[in-house]
């Protein structure tokens, strides 16, 4: 526990507000974990231009993404998607949770989760949800954050060997 604290004080969450100056940082990243087998959207194997393209486009109105940066490096991601709906004013939605390879088990992914919640409350948002794939390790890691599991969709994303994995859908109050 005493190593974990250390570790985690050399963590920083920040809100990226520009793009810009990360593109490449963050394409290495999505690279990184695609190639890694993460599920979020991506196959690999995945060019540098398609993962520049995305980044490029990804804030848009609603969109927060926070950066975790550990030995002034990108180590990961997440982002929050706040409904713009009329009715989905109280809820948001956490996606694409990245953590670099070289990075993982040092409590990113979850600062990442705490900073994205902490967020959705201040902006008076009681619902959080998301999406992962059934087995993955990130299932573990939004149980132990409260997230209750509220089903299981089957079929939902081809993988890279071109079978097709279950998502499981998660929620959590959080007002």
Not at 111 to 126: C, F, S, V, Y
Not at 145 to 171: H, K, M, V
Request: contains cysteine; hydrophobic residues 35%; neutral net charge.
């Amino acid at each position: 526990m005493e190593n974990r604290s250390k570790t985690a004080n050399t963590i920083k969450i920040e809100n990226c507000i520009s793009i810009e100056e990360h593109v490449n940082e963050l394409s290495t990243l999505l690279i990184q974990v695609v190639e890694d087998g993460a599920s979020i959207g991506f196959l690999p194997p995945l060019n540098r231009s398609d993962a520049n393209q995305y980044w490029e486009n990804v804030l848009n109105p609603g969109v927060i993404l926070f950066l975790a940066k550990m030995n002034n490096e990108i180590a990961g991601t997440v982002q929050l998607h706040l409904c713009q709906k009329q009715n989905g004013g109280h809820r948001a939605e956490i996606a694409k949770l990245m953590t670099h390879p070289n990075y993982r088990r040092k409590g990113i992914g979850r600062l990442l989760m705490e900073k994205a919640q902490e967020t959705a409350i201040k902006m008076g948002r009681t619902l959080l949800v998301l999406d992962t794939r059934e087995g993955d390790p990130s299932n573990l890691l939004y149980s132990s954050l409260g997230f209750i599991q509220g089903g299981r969709i089957p079929n939902y994303a081809r993988s890279e060997n071109g079978q097709l994995d279950a998502t499981i859908i998660y929620y959590k109050n959080i007002m």
